[in-house]
């Protein structure tokens, strides 16, 4: 629920700014153009970037502490600081509406127009 692919910074902020009733220590992990993982978190009316490393197989995002996992470095971040001073983690902003910034996306459509879409799915490997 936490990871919405990759998809850019300006696009992501774009949509997390539209979000109502953001509390601070909400995130999210996204990719970045180079394929790295960047978290992003709500505080104080600004939203923090935080770049995710992946060395020796471990996660780590301070530079001190590696993690065998996601859930388990946002598990220790949901119980301390992400930085001197800067929030916990709290909850996943939520995502019901990544699909439309995907730039895949083609938009909302009719019946009619969907069972076009379908028919010509078997033909060139497409999918709705």
Known sequence: PWFVGKISQERLIKNLENIENKTNG??????????????????????LQYKISYENNLFNMDGKRGFHSLKELITYYQQQYVAKGVVKL???????????????????????????????????????
């Open 26 to 47: 909400n995130f999210t992990i996204r990719m970045n153009e180079e394929k790295l993982l960047v978290m992003v978190i709500f505080f104080n009316r600004r939203f």
């Open 90 to 128: 709290k909850s996943a902003f939520p995502m019901n509406w990544i699909h439309l910034a995907m730039p895949w996306f083609y938009g909302a459509m009719d019946a009619e127009l969907s069972t076009k879409m379908l028919i010509l799915a078997k033909k060139r490997g497409m999918f709705l």
